[in-house]
């Protein structure tokens, strides 16, 4: 890999985690507003994970459907395509896959607001926009090391 060139291929990264000893998370990303998707996955990649992005929630249905996710960053104020409110598609991904970590992302509402609530039906953090590229990092870090204690 060429020094300074960027790349966001999951192979590539895998790749550089292999020889560097380090570990990249497949992270999806749902956020009903394209740009703000586009910018969330651009901040994952930079951390140097994989990521893609959803901006529905069939659309992230289809996506965790056929890959393997780590993490979902899902953005509280989707527009609802599914039951149960705005926790719907929560609720569907800890049913159907309750080994990934679900991040709720929020410019509308605190986590003191919000927070119980999502926890209780199953997301293990919680992120305020907008989001500092170091605090997203360590949000990463602290859920996976949550769900996969050494």
């Not at 598609?89 to 609530?117: F, Y």
Request: aromatic content about 6%; overall charge negative; hydrophobic content about 45%.
């Amino acid at each position: 890999m060429l020094e300074g060139v960027r790349t966001n291929s999951a192979e590539s990264l895998l790749w550089r985690a292999t020889l560097l000893g380090a570990t990249v998370y497949s992270v999806l990303v749902v956020d009903d507003q394209k740009d703000l998707c586009e910018t969330l996955v651009r901040m994952v990649n930079e951390l140097d994970h994989a990521a893609q992005g959803a901006t529905t929630a069939l659309a992230a249905l289809r996506l965790l459907a056929d890959g393997r996710f780590d993490i979902v960053l899902l953005d509280w104020k989707l527009v609802h395509e599914l039951p149960h409110g705005d926790f719907g598609l929560l609720q569907t991904i800890k049913r159907c896959w309750p080994d990934i970590q679900v991040i709720m992302v929020s410019g509308w509402v605190t986590s003191d607001d919000l927070g119980s609530a999502a926890m209780q039906l199953g997301a293990a953090g919680f992120l305020n926009k907008p989001i500092p590229l170091d605090r997203l990092g360590q949000e990463l870090e602290r859920v996976m090391r949550k769900a996969k204690p050494q």
